[in-house]
């Protein structure tokens, strides 16, 4: 018994070092169902860029990887900080541009950690379970008054588990939906009861 429980512990410690990277990704995203909790994993995330830069920079500005992430996040941060010169209040349109500018580090700790093939796969399959999760939950909440999480459907409008956040359910999955999509055209053929979930995301999507 107590060889078996030491296994069991064995086998989660060793799945958590391996998959570490990939699991933090998605917490992140599962933690925009509760306001700002998102910032915990994302500047663990940050952090773990700025180590990541610091140590790997020789061999990052060498990647063209690297350097299509430098030009795609510049389009992104350059324009907010040129407007923030000129921005009303000065203050915090700087903050706000300081405060994004995270979101580059925490760009370079995926791209350097989804570099292997396998962390991408799983990646790619646990977001596409979040969705499916959120749509189904969802889903419940629409058809019988209240979700998995006991949160009621009220005002006219589904929030499933982002409850009490009006409107983030849709916007979210809308921005997720490409996954799964992509995950349902590539497994039509040996899983066709998969296609139950594009109506189901649309469905609560639209409502």
Request: aromatic share 18%; hydrophobic share 55%.
């Amino acid at each position: 018994m107590n060889n078996s429980l030491a296994n069991k512990l064995t086998f989660g410690i060793n799945f958590l070092r391996q998959n570490a990277s990939w699991l933090l990704i998605v917490f992140a995203f599962f933690l925009f169902i509760r306001k700002t909790w998102f910032n915990v994993p994302i500047g663990i995330m940050a952090l773990m860029g700025v180590v990541v830069f610091v140590q790997k920079y020789r061999v990052l500005l060498a990647e063209t990887a690297f350097k299509n992430w430098l030009w795609l996040f510049s389009l992104f941060w350059v324009p907010m900080a040129i407007a923030s010169m000129d921005a009303v209040n000065l203050k915090a349109s700087w903050a706000s541009a300081a405060s994004h500018s995270r979101f580059f580090f925490v760009g370079l700790y995926i791209m350097y950690v989804l570099r292997e093939r396998p962390q991408q796969d799983f990646l790619f399959k646990a977001l596409v379970g979040l969705v499916a999760l959120w749509s189904v939950d969802a889903l419940i909440q629409f058809s019988v008054g209240y979700n998995l999480f006991g949160f009621s459907y009220t005002e006219g409008r589904l929030k499933g588990m982002f409850h009490p956040q009006q409107s983030l359910l849709g916007l979210v999955l809308a921005t997720l939906s490409p996954l799964l999509f992509e995950y349902v055209r590539r497994n039509t053929a040996s899983q066709p009861w998969i296609w139950i979930f594009p109506p189901i995301l649309v469905l609560v999507v639209i409502y």
